[in-house]
């Protein structure tokens, strides 16, 4: 691959700039009032494909937000790499606790980006991600060193669960087809670590309603008399874990694949300080699952968190009031195996068993996916590899993350395809969370990485 890291260095600037003006624009898919906003995205990224050198590129409407679609084909009997990504950014909330703008980009140095890391939403959550595989094609186009086929599908529903993606490439196997998919929405351990994620935990996300009284009421003349709902619903949660932190929802286990003692043993060997990491969220001790490393708590294990709670009187001052329902969103990251509507009916059909006299229970599923994972004897998986070794100078470490991208397991399933999770966010770099940052060597050097995939690729499949 020839003067790449010269065409970065002379263009870093307008790399940057082009992002930052991406990035203001407030692409909230879950919030109605950026609905034009999530709309002008999706026409900035159409543009921005084109820019880059996609022979073709259309706005693909769907029942929600639309789906951006790119191709460049030079040869159809050449390999085909199709690129995921999403230009919906998560809420902002809450705002108060960003030390800069949301969707104001600034670009500041800090202890893990020396070289500075642009703060906005969405920066490495994913348009800055996605970005670089905009960039990287630019690059290739050119200076006519695109060695294969390549297409883009860019959502915007990936933050509310992706449901229209998933009708759309349904309906579109031809148009998708690929020999391996190529997707920026996952971190690496370190600038120094690199590693590409292997495995992805699935997900199943539920909302519950807890019904008491047909009424709000006085808490001084029906207290005590009448099951308050906000008190049932944190009983019913509290029972979910036992002292050992294991899930209580019987068959939550039944299909949770034990990893052998040598898989655990290599996990084991990604660096990690536990004092770092406790220093690093401001706490004086980890917690989760009996028997189980923190490594391998958020990764190789199933869990349950609950999300969001609410009910009752929640504004200034006092109210004595007894609240006729109290609601709670929760989540359940799941292992590969585990179906996730399967264990969202055991959910279901557990919470609703655990409902105290006086109260009714109702649980509304909101979505969810499988897990993932991609072996490490693929061509995929080993032109990545080396792809990395080049601009790193050293092997990537094949990782387990504890996130869930639920869409890699419908790649499989609908376009018969592996996926490669080449992420160059960081753990630290607070996505979905205020101050959302992207470093910005990782930018560049995702910009670098991947026009070698793109060679190394093709020419293993020859
Ligand atoms: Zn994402």
């Known amino acids: 691959m020839q003067n790449v890291q010269d065409y970065i ?62 191709e460049k084909i030079i040869d159809p009997a050449l390999p085909t790499v199709l690129v995921y990504g999403h230009y919906d950014v998560q809420p902002a909330d809450p705002i108060n606790l960003w030390n800069s703008p949301p969707f104001e980009p600034v670009i500041k140095k800090t202890d893990t980006h020396p070289e500075g890391a642009i ?3 969405g920066a490495c959550d994913d348009k800055g991600q996605m970005y670089m595989h905009v960039k990287a094609l630019e690059f290739m186009v050119k ?27 349904a309906n579109n196997h031809k148009k998708l087809a690929n020999d391996i998919i190529l997707i920026s929405d996952t971190g690496m351990i370190a600038n120094d ?48 874990h036992d002292e050992n932190n294991h899930i209580t929802i019987p068959g939550f286990y039944d299909k949770v694949e034990d990893l052998s003692q040598e898989e655990r043993a290599e996990m084991a060997k990604a660096p990690f300080s536990l004092d770092a990491y406790q220093k690093a969220l401001n706490i004086t001790s980890v917690d989760g699952e009996k028997g189980y490393s923190t ?14 709670i609410w009910g009752g009187y929640t ?33 279901k059909t557990h919470f609703e068993s655990i409902a105290p006299k006086g109260v009714t229970v109702k649980v509304t599923p909101h979505h969810g996916g499988q897990g993932y994972v991609t072996p490490i004897d693929t061509i995929g998986y080993k032109a990545a590899s080396k792809a990395y070794e080049i601009t790193f100078g ?35 770099d607070a996505i979905h969370s205020p101050n959302e940052h992207f470093g910005v060597w990782n930018y560049l050097k995702g910009i670098e990485t991947i026009p070698y995939f793109y060679h190394h690729f093709t020419e293993m499949s020859k």
Request: charged share 20%; hydrophobic share 40%; net charge negative.
């Open 143 to 169: 200076t006519n060193q695109l060695p294969c086929n390549v297409k883009f599908m860019i959502e915007g529903e990936e933050e509310v669960g992706s449901n229209n993606l998933a009708v759309f490439v």
């Open 119 to 121: 703060f906005a939403r």
């Open 9 to 70: 260095s002379k263009n870093k600037e307008r790399f940057l700039d082009e992002l930052i003006q991406l990035l203001r624009i407030p692409s909230v898919s879950a919030d109605s009032a950026f609905s034009q906003d999530v709309i002008d995205t999706s026409e900035a990224v159409r543009t921005a494909l084109e820019n880059a050198g996609c022979d073709t590129v259309e706005i693909c409407e769907t029942d929600g937000y639309p789906i951006v679609y790119g």
């Open 295 to 308: 490594n391998e708590r958020n990764s190789i294990r199933p869990t349950l968190d609950v999300n969001g």
């Open 193 to 240: 670590v690199p590693s590409i994620t292997t495995g992805l935990r699935g997900l199943s996300y539920v909302e519950v309603e807890v019904t008491g009284p047909n009424r709000d009421l006085h808490s001084g003349l029906y207290g005590g008399a009448v099951a308050n709902p906000i008190n049932a619903l944190t009983k019913m949660i509290a029972s979910l």
């Open 315 to 347: 504004g200034e001052g006092a109210k004595t009031v007894i609240a006729s329902k109290a609601y709670a969103k929760i989540s359940m990251r799941l292992v590969p195996n585990q179906d996730w509507q399967d264990i969202t009916q055991l959910f």
């Open 394 to 428: 050293k092997k990537p470490i094949p990782q387990r993350s504890g996130g869930s991208i639920p869409i890699v397991a419908l790649f499989e399933k609908e376009l018969n395809s592996k996926t490669i999770l080449m992420g160059f966010g960081l753990d630290s």
